[in-house]
């Protein structure tokens, strides 16, 4: 059942409810003001008929005559008159058996009057004083007019109801259509953008409400997939091109090298040049697999509380251990002499954090002729700052805007061989912890990346 359907219907069997509740207590109100409006004429009508029977000198045959001649002209009451002793003095029709149980009722109460109904027909029952002695009347009639009125009125609330309620149906339904329009609207928009026309956006409107903040939603999780789609055709189509040039060299020369080679030495060179595109492969696809790490959604990587120093000189080991040339030197930087190495303390993913400071430093180090690179660590003002300055090659103004993109090599390419991922995902990793990566170059004078993370403290 579509949504504009089932919201008209709730909303009609609710006023249907709240609509029967009020008919009911007009109907109920105009039958009780029915009842005492007739029992007021009832009263007036026996009282009449009391005074002329006591008052008149005929016979109650002919009285009996009169009642119903005027009866069927006027609806007269029936009476019937008791003595103080309870004896039927007269009456117009044979009494009921429980008349008497209504004259005790007067007599003990000492009520004026009682009223109460059998049937269609209302009776009155009180006490008559005429000459000195008393006596009981009960009277009866039927509200002939007042049935028949009331009658139709129920007949027109109940056609007035039904009608009511589809008129609701309908109003509500068209208010729940064009309500919920917008919506359709939407959903129609959303089935024409596919993976062939994700830069497509949705209209937004003009009125700022729910509508528009949905639409503002959607259009915001179209662009977070569209750049997503984008970075991953990107992303295998560079892999294709750049694991193409390693392994087709790779396999060149080992045909080759069963071709050609004959002296033991040829095979060895052959074997060398092997090893070095396998190796490059091998450095690719590690510097892949890092940035498949740093691009997980954060709430799937494990942080935990580490010293950032001590990660740094992890790092620093590491890269020692497989560059022996490298020089890499640490200083901390403490403002106005404070030693508190709880300033260090850090929140974060150790492997992660030494994959970025370990391809800052080794991009310091490739890329500067005294294979050097110089950490500054400081805190400052809630902040951990950490410096990774160089004196090499520097980076040209217009490579600066670029460098962090993926698989983009400046013109610095020439000078050392690289995959251009390295970057890519030392600011990826930053951006995880919450930290900012900021780079300034000069070219031939050297470069100096730096990193903020807001401290624990």
Same mark, same amino acid.
């Given at each position: 059942?579509?949504? #504009?359907?089932?919201?008209?219907?709730?909303?009609?069997?609710?006023?249907?409810?709240?609509?029967?509740?009020?008919?009911?207590?007009?109907?109920?109100?105009?039958?009780?003001?029915?009842?005492?409006?007739?029992?007021?004429?009832?009263?007036?009508?026996?009282?009449?008929?009391?005074?002329? =029977?006591?008052? #008149?000198?005929?016979?109650?045959?002919?009285?009996?005559?009169?009642?119903?001649?005027?009866?069927?002209?006027?609806?007269? #009451?029936?009476? +019937?008159?008791?003595?103080?002793?309870?004896?039927?003095?007269?009456?117009?029709?044979?009494?009921?058996?429980?008349?008497? &149980?209504?004259?005790?009722?007067?007599?003990?109460?000492?009520?004026?009057?009682?009223?109460?109904?059998?049937?269609?027909? $209302?009776?009155?029952?009180?006490?008559?004083?005429?000459? /000195?002695?008393?006596?009981?009347?009960?009277?009866? #009639?039927?509200?002939?007019?007042?049935?028949?009125?009331?009658?139709?009125?129920?007949?027109?609330?109940?056609?007035?109801?039904?009608?009511?309620? =589809? !008129?609701?149906?309908?109003?509500?339904?068209?208010?729940?259509?064009?309500?919920? &329009?917008?919506?359709?609207?939407?959903?129609?928009?959303?089935?024409?953008?596919?993976?062939?026309?994700?830069?497509?956006?949705?209209?937004?409107?003009?009125?700022?409400?729910?509508?528009?903040? @949905?639409?503002?939603?959607?259009?915001?999780?179209?662009?977070?997939?569209?750049?997503?789609?984008?970075?991953?055709?990107?992303? !295998?189509?560079?892999?294709?091109?750049?694991?193409?040039?390693?392994?087709?060299?790779?396999?060149?020369?080992?045909?080759?090298?069963?071709?050609?080679?004959?002296? @033991?030495?040829?095979?060895?060179?052959?074997?060398?040049?092997?090893? $070095?595109?396998?190796?490059?492969?091998?450095?690719?696809?590690?510097?892949?697999?890092?940035?498949?790490?740093?691009?997980?959604?954060?709430?799937?990587?494990?942080?935990?509380? @580490?010293?950032?120093?001590?990660? %740094?000189?992890?790092?620093?080991?590491?890269?020692?251990?497989?560059?022996?040339?490298?020089?890499?030197?640490?200083?901390?930087?403490?403002?106005? /002499?404070?030693?508190?190495?709880?300033?260090?303390?850090?929140?974060?993913?150790?492997?992660?954090?030494? =994959?970025?400071?370990?391809?800052?430093?080794?991009?310091?180090?490739?890329?500067?002729?005294?294979?050097?690179?110089?950490?500054? =660590?400081?805190?400052?003002?809630?902040?951990?700052?950490?410096?990774?300055?160089?004196?090499?090659?520097?980076? +040209?103004?217009?490579?600066?805007?670029?460098?962090?993109? %993926?698989?983009?090599?400046?013109?610095? &390419?020439?000078?050392?061989?690289?995959? /251009?991922?390295?970057?890519?995902?030392?600011?990826?990793?930053?951006?995880?912890?919450? /930290?900012?990566?900021?780079?300034?170059?000069?070219?031939? &004078?050297?470069?100096?990346?730096?990193?903020?993370?807001? +401290?624990?403290?």
């Amino acid at each position: 059942m579509k949504i #504009a359907t089932r919201a008209a219907l709730n909303y009609s069997i609710l006023t249907a409810g709240i609509l029967f509740v009020f008919a009911y207590v007009v109907y109920f109100v105009s039958e009780k003001n029915r009842e005492d409006e007739f029992n007021d004429r009832l009263g007036y009508k026996v009282i009449w008929r009391s005074e002329f =029977i006591f008052d #008149a000198k005929i016979s109650d045959e002919k009285i009996r005559e009169l009642h119903q001649r005027n009866q069927k002209l006027l609806n007269e #009451a029936d009476i +019937s008159v008791y003595n103080s002793h309870k004896d039927l003095m007269f009456t117009d029709i044979p009494p009921l058996k429980n008349n008497e &149980k209504y004259l005790d009722r007067i007599i003990k109460t000492n009520k004026n009057r009682i009223f109460w109904q059998q049937g269609d027909r $209302q009776y009155i029952a009180f006490t008559f004083q005429s000459n /000195g002695e008393k006596y009981y009347i009960i009277g009866s #009639a039927v509200d002939v007019t007042g049935k028949a009125h009331i009658s139709e009125f129920k007949k027109d609330i109940i056609i007035i109801y039904i009608i009511s309620i =589809i !008129v609701i149906f309908i109003i509500g339904f068209l208010f729940s259509y064009y309500t919920l &329009k917008p919506l359709k609207d939407i959903i129609l928009q959303i089935r024409d953008i596919s993976e062939h026309n994700l830069n497509k956006r949705l209209d937004i409107p003009k009125a700022k409400d729910e509508i528009y903040e @949905l639409t503002e939603t959607f259009n915001s999780t179209f662009n977070r997939l569209e750049k997503s789609f984008n970075n991953h055709k990107q992303f !295998v189509t560079t892999i294709s091109h750049e694991f193409r040039t390693p392994l087709s060299t790779l396999i060149a020369e080992l045909e080759l090298a069963k071709e050609l080679n004959i002296t @033991l030495d040829d095979y060895k060179i052959s074997i060398d040049n092997a090893l $070095q595109d396998a190796n490059h492969a091998s450095e690719l696809s590690s510097a892949l697999l890092d940035f498949a790490r740093a691009s997980y959604d954060v709430s799937q990587i494990s942080l935990v509380n @580490l010293r950032l120093d001590e990660t %740094l000189a992890e790092a620093k080991l590491s890269l020692l251990q497989k560059n022996t040339d490298y020089k890499i030197g640490i200083n901390y930087m403490d403002s106005a /002499g404070d030693k508190d190495e709880s300033n260090y303390d850090f929140y974060g993913n150790p492997y992660l954090l030494q =994959i970025a400071f370990s391809n800052l430093m080794e991009n310091a180090c490739k890329y500067s002729r005294d294979k050097s690179c110089h950490i500054e =660590i400081e805190v400052d003002h809630q902040n951990i700052k950490i410096h990774f300055t160089d004196h090499g090659i520097g980076i +040209s103004e217009k490579d600066l805007s670029k460098i962090f993109d %993926l698989f983009y090599r400046g013109s610095n &390419k020439s000078y050392e061989k690289g995959n /251009g991922i390295g970057l890519s995902i030392v600011k990826r990793i930053v951006e995880i912890h919450q /930290g900012k990566l900021n780079v300034t170059s000069e070219v031939l &004078k050297g470069s100096t990346f730096t990193i903020q993370f807001p +401290s624990k403290k």
